[in-house]
T-cell receptor, first 112, second 114 residues
Framework: DGGITQSPKYLFRKEGQNVTLSCEQN?????MYWYRQDPGQGLRLIYY???????QKGDIAEGYSVSREKKESFPLTVTSAQKNPTAFYLC???????????FGEGSRLTVL | AQKVTQAQTEISVVEKEDVTLDCVYE???????LFWYKQPPSGELVFLIR??????QNEISGRYSWNFQKSTSSFNFTITASQVVDSAVYFC???????????FGAGTRLTVKP
């Protein structure tokens, strides 16, 4: 089945550690996104990528990094520079243009 | 700048009541797209509807209906005869034409009690 797969679903990390969240899609979509969701704040855009080897910062990119080496994959690294990384992270993809976003099931990161 | 406001943080209704979720948006663009998504407790966002800025026709899909009014920059969502399974967080979103940046509102948590 076509879709977006995020892993891991739950992740615990100690302060000062980097962690990478995986996002893979087999929908042949060009654009991919990472959003962060905090209670009562909706979704905030971290990074997005419209094509391979290209990506743009969203509203809250500080403390995060991404890569887009393959069309299917858009991993997000939460670095130790991110001051408050505990959140629910959602990956999404879409065809370029005007389509709706398709979302993965999310990854919940907790920093201990 | 693009902005989406969902003023209702939480709504609670009893099963079979009708409920309307409000969405107000701001944009300087003349061509844009509006969306509604549902987020059940599992966490994944489920696409419900897309509407472009040139199409102000209201849409009905089963118990769901949407009222798009450019004059008031609103795109409201009504659930008729609500059911417990409608309990979720609902997000309204705005996307400029040919721009991959999609903006979401803060969401409205709907609880439907039996």
């Amino acid at each position: 089945d076509g879709g977006i797969t995020q892993s891991p679903k739950y992740l615990f990390r100690k302060e000062g550690q980097n962690v990478t969240l995986s996002c893979e899609q087999n929908l042949n979509h060009d654009a991919m996104y990472w959003y962060r969701q905090d209670p009562g704040q909706g979704l905030r855009l971290i990074y997005y990528s419209q094509i391979v080897n290209d990506f743009q910062k969203g509203d809250i990119a500080e403390g995060y990094s991404v890569s887009r080496e393959k069309k299917e994959s858009f991993p997000l690294t939460v670095t130790s520079a991110q001051k408050n990384p505990t959140a629910f992270y959602l990956c999404a993809s879409t065809l370029r243009g005007v389509g709706e976003l398709f979302f993965g099931e999310g990854s919940r990161l907790t920093v201990l | 700048a693009q902005k989406v406001t969902q003023a209702q943080t939480e709504i609670s209704v009893v099963e079979k009541e009708d409920v309307t979720l409000d969405c107000v948006y701001e944009t300087r663009d003349t061509t844009y797209y509006l969306f509604w998504y549902k987020q059940p407790p599992s966490g994944e966002l489920v696409f419900l509807i897309r509407r472009n800025s040139f199409d102000e026709q209201n849409e009905i899909s089963g118990r769901y209906s949407w009222n798009f009014q450019k004059s008031t920059s609103s795109f409201n969502f009504t659930i008729t005869a609500s059911q417990v399974v409608d309990s979720a967080v609902y997000f309204c979103a705005l996307r400029h034409y040919n721009n991959n940046d999609m903006r979401f509102g803060a969401g409205t948590r709907l609880t439907v009690k039996p």
